[in-house]
């Protein structure tokens, strides 16, 4: 157990699924209380019965990180269950719809842009008034596609989306320096979840724009695979924990190398 971590409570959005489901249970093992927000309540759920299975704390909230008045209720409850607020991950996010920008429909940009970055400042936004008494952690999921990479055709929305979060996080870093809250962003590559599930393409037109990228031999230079959520869950409990106390405004890439090919 991270003595640092020990009796903290964390709020992780998209907590349900993948990166933010990894994230939650590591936390929780370090004896994190953790409060799970998720579109999918059932998912939520699934992960807080995980959690408590395994002895630790979980409070489970069906929130849509772009609505504001659920994430009020939300981090109210979580008040009222453990009494305070110290680390926040603003991870729910979406792919949604990857086609051209000539032909992607206005209400598919809303949609990614609503959900990544307005969903994001909302989630940092109700958090501020519980945490600037004691200072804290927010760890940002953003992404490669928009910081190091823009080779993703059709994925102009969410590389927007994506670039928006690390600005969003480097002003929050010097904004809220004067509470003690550190704000850090972390960029996973490819990372093994549910997320391609979800995501809408247009083939048809991706074809007319795509350049086709050739890698000397596999795309993860490290492992020859892509991550797994766990990859990403650990440097959120680094960032989360005294073990980062000096970094704020800092965007870490989790990709094995495969951006720098
Ligand atoms: N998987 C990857 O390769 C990868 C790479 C880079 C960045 N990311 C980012 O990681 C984050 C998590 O993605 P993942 O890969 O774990 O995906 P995932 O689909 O496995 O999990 C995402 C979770 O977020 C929830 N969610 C979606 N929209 C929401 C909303 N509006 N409000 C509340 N919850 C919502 C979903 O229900 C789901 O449980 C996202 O921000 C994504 O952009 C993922």
């Known amino acids: 157990m991270d003595a640092s971590l020990a009796h903290k409570v964390a709020v992780v959005t998209g907590a349900g699924s993948g990166i933010g489901k990894a994230a939650a249970l590591m936390l929780a093992a370090r004896g994190v209380k953790v ?9 939520a759920k699934a992960t807080a019965e995980e959690i408590e299975t395994a002895g630790g704390a979980a409070v489970t909230a069906e929130v849509d990180v772009s609505n504001s008045s659920h994430l009020k209720q939300a981090y109210e409850k979580v008040i009222d269950v ?21 032909h992607l ?28 008494e004691r200072g804290g952690s927010i760890i ?44 850090n962003v972390v960029c996973p590559g490819g990372i ?28 993860h230079p490290l492992k020859g695979e892509p991550g797994q959520p766990e990859d990403v869950a650990s440097i959120v409990c680094f960032l989360a924990s005294d073990a980062s106390g000096h970094m704020s405004g800092s965007v870490l890439y989790a990709d094995g190398a495969e951006t720098l090919l």
């Open 82 to 102: 453990f009494g305070q607020l110290d680390i926040v991950f603003a991870n729910a996010g979406i792919n949604g719809t990857l086609s051209p920008i000539e």
């Open 35 to 43: 409060a799970l927000f998720d579109m999918d309540g059932a998912a």
């Open 192 to 219: 093994e979840t549910n997320i391609e599930e979800r995501t809408k393409k247009d083939e048809e037109h991706l074809a007319e724009v795509t350049i086709p990228k050739v890698f000397p031999k596999g795309q």
């Open 105 to 132: 429909p206005e209400e598919d940009w809303d949609q990614t842009l609503g959900t990544n970055a307005k969903g994001t400042f909302l989630t940092l936004k109700f958090a501020i008034p519980y945490m600037k």
């Open 140 to 183: 940002i999921t953003s992404s490669i596609n928009g910081n190091r990479t823009f080779s993703g055709f059709g994925m102009s929305a969410y590389s927007a989306s994506k670039a928006a979060q690390t600005a969003l996080g480097k002003m929050a870093a010097l904004e809220l320096s004067a509470y003690r809250i550190r704000v």
